[in-house]
Every structure is written in structure tokens, then in C-alpha cells.
């Protein structure tokens, strides 16, 4: 059994910044990959960022390539998304999830409850 809990979500202004976390418990995610998604209402889920657990590879979405860091502190077993510059257009729900597999942007076995990220204009 695997569980997520994400935390960080809040109101921000276009331009601010935002530090989302995800807790994980659970089987290991040892030699897995995790990757936050986001759903704004209306729209489809939309893959933000993927990382290796243990390589630190990462992939980013072309949306959010240059703003958002994705990283892991594998001591804490938590999984992170620094984002910067925030436009309105990111708001959302953000989920964190573990990928079925390295690479594969729409596949995930597990995701938590999300969080909501508003940016104002």
C-alpha cells in the first residue's frame, strides 16, 4: 500500500511563488519515478513534472520548463515542487503520483488528495 499526501497549495500573485510537498509512506519507491500533474476545472489532467526517486532524472512539461523544479529528499521520503513565476494559468489541483514507469507521462498507479494552487492576476 502506498500513500500520498500533498501540502504547499495557497492562494499567490501572478509572479509569486509557491512550494508544494508530497509525503509518501509505504511500499519503497526505491527505482521508481514520481511526477506532479495538475487539473484546472473544465480541463484535462495534464502531466507537470516527472523525477527519478533515486537518479534525480527529471521532465518537465514545455508549459512549465524553466519555472517549476521538481526534486526529492529521499531521507524524508518527499517528494517536492518548487514553482516560480506563477501565472494564472496554473491554477489548479495539484496531484503527486507514482508513474507506472520512467518516462511515461500518463500512467500512475498512485496519487494523493491534491492541493489547490490559485495565482491571481
Known amino acids: 500500500q502506498v500513500q500520498l499526501a500533498e501540502s504547499g497549495g495557497g492562494l499567490v500573485q501572478a509572479g509569486g511563488s509557491l512550494r508544494l510537498s508530497c509525503a509518501a509512506s509505504?511500499?519503497?519507491?526505491?527505482?521508481?519515478?514520481m511526477g506532479w500533474f495538475r487539473q484546472a476545472p473544465g480541463k484535462e489532467r495534464e502531466f507537470v513534472a516527472g523525477?527519478?526517486?533515486?537518479?534525480?532524472?527529471?521532465d518537465y512539461a514545455d508549459s512549465v520548463e524553466g519555472r517549476f523544479t521538481i526534486s526529492t529528499d529521499n531521507a524524508k521520503n518527499t517528494l517536492y515542487l518548487q514553482m516560480n513565476s506563477l501565472k494564472p494559468e496554473d491554477t489548479a489541483v495539484y496531484y503527486c503520483?507514482?508513474?507506472?514507469?520512467?518516462?511515461?507521462?500518463?500512467?500512475?498507479?498512485?496519487r494523493g488528495q491534491g492541493t489547490q494552487v490559485t495565482v491571481s492576476s
Open positions: 523525477i527519478n526517486w533515486n537518479g534525480g532524472a527529471t
Open positions: 503520483a507514482r508513474l507506472l514507469r520512467c518516462g511515461i507521462r500518463t500512467l500512475y498507479d498512485y
Open positions: 509505504g511500499r519503497t519507491f526505491s527505482s521508481r519515478c
